[in-house]
């Protein structure tokens, strides 16, 4: 099965940017359909953005046009580049890879705030 671990997480001013990894061991990510999730406090977990194995992608409403998620299985790893971030945005992040059963990271936090 395989192991995720999230990264690039940090505290950014409103207007930036972020690029998270989602770095995958224990096998390869070709064979996984993977998505970024977030969870804001108080609120539930939800899809930020997803990519097929096939490489299709599908976004939240809240995010088009701002975030980028990618996948590069040569390396074994899924990227969400986010910019413009906003307030809003603020939240703990979860890579999930889904083949018959869901995987998740241990999640990485990301506050936008001035």
């Known amino acids: 099965q395989v192991q995720l671990v999230e990264s690039g997480g940090g505290l950014v001013q409103p207007g930036g940017s972020l690029r998270l990894s989602c770095a995958a061991s224990?096998?390869?990510?070709?064979?996984?359909?993977m998505g970024w999730y977030r969870q804001a406090p108080g609120k539930q977990r939800e899809l930020v953005a997803g990519i097929s194995r096939g490489g299709s992608t599908n976004y939240a409403d809240s995010v088009k046009g701002r975030f980028t998620i990618s996948r590069d299985n040569g390396r074994n790893t899924v990227y969400l580049q986010m910019n413009s971030l906003k307030s809003e945005d603020t939240a703990v992040y979860y890579c999930?890879?889904?083949?018959?059963?869901?995987?998740w990271g241990q999640g990485t936090q990301v506050t936008v705030s001035s």
């Open positions: 224990g096998s390869i990510i070709s064979i996984y359909d």
């Open positions: 999930k890879g889904t083949r018959g059963t869901d995987y």
